[in-house]
């Protein structure tokens, strides 16, 4: 079987997409803390990466933050913060583990955008940006890489996670939340995590440098 690594193994997406690979793939997990299963799962943070002596066939960087403010609230911390776990994470990551995807021939990294990142939306400043400098990693490494691992990027709307709790707390906010939505739903973890275990797969052998936006048809979509 292919091996894949996930890290922020601890997130609800990672957990449905961990879920959706365990019959077909060797999941090694890397997180803050204990997972409650999984023989393969490193305790680290980012500036303590294990070695893992591997062939990784795939990575995931599931690790995100939503911190929505208006501009005037932000303060240059909020920036570096986000930057912080979104990119310099996703860097430091995928710099550790090269080596290991080298290896495979042709591995599939997926990384996490957002819908914010491309649709101008009030008090996202702070991680639209960051999250549009994943886009960049995103396509600067797949021409750097070409033929050797491919990197691809999702970009979700408004999920049904943790992260997402406080905009979900109350019927109504969940209400008008689908309803921006041309679907006319939240998202779910499973829909986040069928795209990755898709770029991940063969599949998807002949994608690489792009951003694959899973939003409900937010960004592309009109419906009124």
Known sequence: MKNVLIAGANSKIAGSLIHSLENEYNIYTLSRTELLSGDNHY????????????????LVYAPGTINLKPFRGLKPDDFRHDMEINLIGAVKVINKYLKNLTKSGLASVVLFSSVAATNGMPYHASIASTKAAIEGLTRSLAAEYAGKIRFNAIAPSLTDTPLAERLLRTDSQRESSAMMHPMKRIGSSADIASAAKFLLSDESSWITGQVIAVDGGLSTLKTK
Do not use: C, T
């Open 43 to 58: 305790i680290a943070d980012l500036d303590s990466l294990p070695d893992i002596e591997v062939e990784f066939d795939g």
